[in-house]
């Protein structure tokens, strides 16, 4: 079979995105827990100025997410994660860049898509029951990520035989499902999910192969901003991986990814900006 065209723009919402240069996606977390950034921006408007600071600084779209995903996370029910989302996409709606929301929940799916989400970001790749009809009539993006398990208990001992294998097949057969129920190939984005139910090999093998999953022909999206993989190999706690998450940024853009997903906008703009000009002056 010959390879796929790759996707070279994104329909995402109210937006087509090129995809010739990488694209910033910048976090924002409405929850008192997350990992990264637990509680700083956990009021509304401390959401809404903290988006709007990254808009600022460059980011290309802005990823609201009400729900902490990190390893041993409680889940937020979706009348919460709502409430939390929710008044931040109305602030945000004419911010100029697309807005995506970090969900699982077909409900929060929904109520974002009123809200005028572009994209819906889902660390569970739809597979909740549900999932799938919430998003297939709306025009938004959809990120699909691969997780081994669930937040609560992924981290516990994670195994595969042939870790890059095996995420490119899951990636692939949900892009087949989402395309199968009518999605057309230019809302799909994929993510090997760094972090999530992986150890630190796992994730430097997918990382050092995302290659392989970009030449399946979805953009791929990447997610390694001040994960613990980067505390893992340099010592730092979550407020000092700056430096060891843009390496892995680099890494991920020199192997095709085509939007990363980070917490550092204006930090994430400059070392992309270097690298472009490298990379185009030959
Ligand atoms: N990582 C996190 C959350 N959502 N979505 C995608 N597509 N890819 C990722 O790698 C990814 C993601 C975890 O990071 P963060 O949002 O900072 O933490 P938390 O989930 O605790 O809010």
């Known amino acids: 079979m010959s390879p ?11 937006f087509s995105l090129a995809l010739e240069r990488p694209l910033l996606m910048g976090v924002v977390n409405v929850t008192p827990d997350s990992f990264s950034d637990g509680g700083r921006h956990a009021t509304v408007e401390a959401a809404i100025a903290h988006a709007r600071r ?4 460059g980011a290309d779209l802005i990823d609201v997410g009400g729900e902490s995903t990190r390893p041993g996370a409680a889940p937020v029910g979706p009348a919460e994660e709502i409430a ?8 945000l709606r004419e911010c100029g860049v697309p807005l995506s929301v970090d969900t699982r929940h077909p409900a929060t799916m929904r109520a974002a898509i009123e809200h005028g989400a572009d994209m819906i970001n889902d660390v569970a790749a739809l ?21 081994r398990g669930e937040p609560a208990t992924m981290q516990q001992a994670p195994a595969y035989e042939d870790v890059v294998a095996e995420v490119g097949r899951f990636l692939g057969e949900r892009v087949e499902a989402l395309h199968a129920a009518g999605v057309a190939r230019e809302r799909i984005v994929v993510d090997p999910g760094i972090g999530f139910g992986k150890t630190l090999r796992h994730n430097l093998l997918l990382l050092g192969a995302l290659d392989q999953l970009v030449a399946a022909g979805q953009p791929v999206l990447a997610g390694v901003s001040r994960k613990s993989m980067i505390g893992d190999l340099t010592g730092r706690p979550a407020d000092r991986r700056l430096a060891g998450s843009l390496a892995a940024m680099l890494a991920a853009v020199a192997r095709g990814a085509a939007i990363v997903r980070v917490h550092d906008v204006a930090e994430s703009r400059d070392a992309l900006r270097v690298w472009l000009a490298i990379d185009e002056a030959h």
């Open 4 to 14: 796929p065209q790759p996707v070279r723009r994104l329909a995402c919402g109210r």
């Open 127 to 147: 597979r909740a029951p549900g999932a799938i009809d919430a998003v297939r009539d709306s025009g938004c993006a959809i990120c699909l990520m691969h997780m």
């Open 54 to 57: 990254l808009v600022d600084e």
């Open 84 to 91: 939390r989302v929710v008044p931040v996409l109305d602030a």
